[in-house]
């Protein structure tokens, strides 16, 4: 089938298929799920971006790629390692661009852009070295997040309110790169694989726990701490528990289908 040639609405239902198989395969295979309402915004951020795609397509080439660097050494000991990592390239008249995908919003991204203008140096650096007919323009981040008000210009049922937002929602936000950038992220990947080695596993310091996280308006212990196996046998959480009130335990509960 040409998915093409399909008409707006058969291929919200096709996509609405693919969405379906994609989210029983996910299932089966994690052991996880989400309730009905987080199902139905997450199909919802899919059709938002069909409906960007739309304003973009015809112009550019888009593909993700992995690259891999190897024969790196880390910064005391020269303990070998190699380091990998997905990008999205994109391709259109203003050259090649090389972007990552995150779950964050553009505020997030925006206020922790050290972290991701060296994973996206990273990138480059490698890119440059495999591919160097195809020189890397700009790079930066593809923000899955869809914003307040396009998902209010949607529900409105205003079509030409919903066209308009479309229009003036920009996911990808340019981060400018440098040399200075991936030597910084190799030196301190190099420093972790160091610590590994020697078993030093060391957590946080309990005040990291109270911090507030880059682009959030969470603290440490909500954004990360929650995500953490083994915070309950860990000294820091169990520090910051003790002088503050307990994490609720349905923050951290597994959601369930209703």
């Known amino acids: 089938m040409n998915i093409s040639n399909l008409s707006d609405e058969e291929m919200e239902e096709k996509l609405r298929e693919f969405f379906e198989a994609n989210f029983s395969y996910l299932k ?7 309730n ?21 397509a015809g112009s550019k080439r888009h593909f993700q790629e992995k690259v891999s660097l190897h024969g790196l050494h880390s910064p005391n000991k020269q303990i070998p390692f190699s380091m990998e990592d997905k990008v999205d390239v994109i391709e259109n008249q203003e050259g090649l661009s090389l972007f990552h995908l995150t779950s964050k919003s553009r505020e997030n991204i925006l206020a922790d852009k050290e972290k991701y203008s060296r994973q996206l ?8 070295k495999t591919y160097p007919q195809k020189p890397v323009s700009k790079t930066g981040m593809l923000s899955t997040s869809v914003p307040k008000e396009v998902h209010e210009a949607l529900r409105s049922g205003d079509e030409k309110a919903a066209k308009e937002a479309i229009e003036n929602w920009e996911p990808l936000i340019d981060i400018p790169f440098s040399e200075e950038d991936a030597k910084a992220l190799i030196s301190d990947f190099g420093q972790v694989v160091e610590k590994t080695d020697a078993d030093e596993f060391a957590p946080p310091a309990p005040e990291v726990l109270e911090s507030i996280v880059k682009g959030t308006n969470k603290t440490f212990a909500r954004q ?8 309950h046998s860990c000294p820091s959480f169990d520090a910051y528990q003790g002088i503050n009130d307990p994490l609720p335990q ?9």
């Open 250 to 258: 349905e923050d951290s509960a597994p959601l369930l289908l209703d």
């Open 28 to 34: 089966e295979n994690s052991g996880h799920t989400i």
């Open 121 to 128: 140096a990273f990138c480059t650096q490698i890119w440059d």
């Open 36 to 56: 009905l309402s987080l199902k139905e915004k997450a199909f919802e951020q899919v059709l938002c971006y069909w409906k960007k795609e739309k304003f973009l």
């Open 224 to 231: 990360i701490c929650l995500e953490c196996d083994l915070r």
